[in-house]
Nanobody, 115 residues
């Protein structure tokens, strides 16, 4: 059984920072891509940032230059450093890990940015 557990969400003022973490545990083989999606109220889930096993990254245009994704392969952990947060970043953030042809998801962590 594979589990992904996110942490680090919370309430922050606009302009502030948060760092999200996601630990993958269970019957894991070599993890390929890891990353973060988010879903704001009334909106569809959207990709925020993705990082491959080799360290290549891809960001949504809306977070480029403000968010940084990285991972620790030895710890099966992916991080999302979020700086210069805006109210429109308010959402539930979900991490995912992709391996053996399957994407596994966490239950999400809420990020609320007040204006």
């Amino acid at each position: 059984q594979v589990q992904l557990v996110e942490s680090g969400g919370g309430l922050v003022q606009a302009g502030g920072s948060l760092r999200l973490s996601c630990v993958v545990s269970g019957n894991i083989f070599s993890i390929n891509a890891m990353g973060w999606y988010r879903q704001a109220p009334g909106k569809q889930r959207e990709s925020v940032a993705v990082i491959t096993k080799g360290g290549s990254t891809n960001y949504a245009d809306s977070v480029q230059g403000r968010f940084t994704i990285d991972r620790d392969n030895a710890k099966n952990t992916v991080y999302l450093q979020m700086n210069s947060l805006k109210p429109e970043d308010t959402a539930i953030y979900y991490c995912f890990a992709h391996f053996l042809g399957t994407a596994y998801w966490g239950k999400g962590t809420l990020v609320t940015v007040s204006s």
